[in-house]
């Protein structure tokens, strides 16, 4: 899954938080200031080149685009890959960079521990 820019990000939080919409719906629920109609409607062309979204044509000029991929999906898929890229695959380099960092602290690590502990 591709790393999305600030407006792709911004496009699908629309979505993931309002669901299925026309690219108007989705002007009108984007921040100010809100791109061009043309602008907009090429970032969801994109997105969905990209996997992310999809449409229903409900007429020939009227379509409705949702996500493809949840949030959670999302993040899973981006978090995967920014392990893998920055610290070779291994969860325990990534953990323990949030801990040398101070990210984490050991009530959160216990938290953590506990989590996997009831799974």
């Not at 790393?3 to 699908?12: C, F, G, Y």
């Not at 970032?43 to 949030?71: C, N, T, W």
């Not at 392990?83 to 953590?112: A, C, Q, R, T, W």
Request: glycine fraction near 4%; proline fraction near 3%; charge should be negative.
């Amino acid at each position: 899954m591709k790393k999305l820019t600030d407006k792709e990000m911004t496009i699908m939080e629309a979505l993931w938080e309002h669901g299925e919409q026309s690219i108007r719906d989705l002007i009108s629920n984007l921040p100010e200031p809100v791109p061009h109609f043309n602008t907009i409607a090429t970032y969801v062309r994109r997105l969905e080149l990209h996997g992310m979204i999809q449409h229903k044509e409900l007429s020939p000029k009227f379509y409705m685009y949702d996500a493809a991929v949840s949030r959670e999906q999302y993040i899973n898929s981006i978090n995967k890959e920014n392990v893998k890229k920055f610290f070779g695959g291994s969860y325990m380099g990534f953990i323990s960079n949030l801990v040398k960092e101070h990210d984490v602290s050991v009530d959160e690590l216990k938290e953590l521990i506990r989590m996997v502990e009831e799974e």
